[in-house]
């Protein structure tokens, strides 16, 4: 894993869910930092994807982020990969599985671990995912680091994709990651 690729990416946002929302320490600004790297994947016409976590119990996704989803999985297993709808519909050209999400150290952990284990690179958004406590978010953080995951932030995402200043989408890049966090 050098850098990540616009052609080879697909941005992962894993149960950023309403009810869950107000229990996440930090919730408010995870949810900006994940909603401005949607914006960034579809500036790059990156696919964005969601999971929803037993949605008739939590609820839906949070309304903005829905809204720049092409595609959302209910599941009851904490990894995604463990839901056959998800696992089979992985386009095995998008190898770079960009994701975030709350409960770090629950669904997105286990979700990056599935995909680690399907043979995708994973890589971890740390600005972009919450826990209900912080100590949770970093244990999950150093543990992917160990499998094998990258750990960024969603200003390293968007400028990889970027890769250059002569991309004409250089400027709505600047506007995103200036937007007040």
Do not use: N
């Not at 690729?5 to 900006?32: C, F, M, N, W, Y």
């Not at 994940?34 to 037993?54: G, N, S, Y």
């Not at 979700?111 to 284990?117: D, F, H, N």
């Amino acid at each position: 894993m050098i850098t990540l690729d616009r052609r080879t990416s697909l941005l992962l946002l894993v149960d950023l869910q309403g009810k869950l929302h107000p229990a996440i320490e930090g919730g408010a600004a995870v949810a900006r930092e994940a909603q401005r790297l949607a914006q960034l994947a579809k500036l790059f016409d990156i696919p964005v994807w969601a999971t929803e976590h037993c949605p008739d119990r939590i609820g839906p996704l949070l309304p903005e982020l829905a809204a720049l989803s092409e595609k959302t999985f209910h599941k009851t297993s904490f990894d995604a990969c463990r839901t056959s709808a998800f696992r089979d519909a992985l386009p095995p050209e998008r190898s770079d599985i960009v994701i975030c999400g709350y409960e770090a150290h629950i669904c997105v952990m286990q979700t990056a671990l599935g995909l680690l284990g399907l043979g995708r690179r994973v890589w971890a958004a740390g600005d972009a995912m919450g826990s209900r406590r912080g100590s949770s978010r970093e244990a999950a953080l150093a543990r992917l680091a160990r499998a094998g995951a990258e750990i960024i932030t969603t200003e390293m995402a968007g400028f990889e994709w970027a890769e250059d200043v002569t991309d004409p989408r250089w400027r709505s890049l600047l506007a995103l990651v200036k937007e007040p966090g």
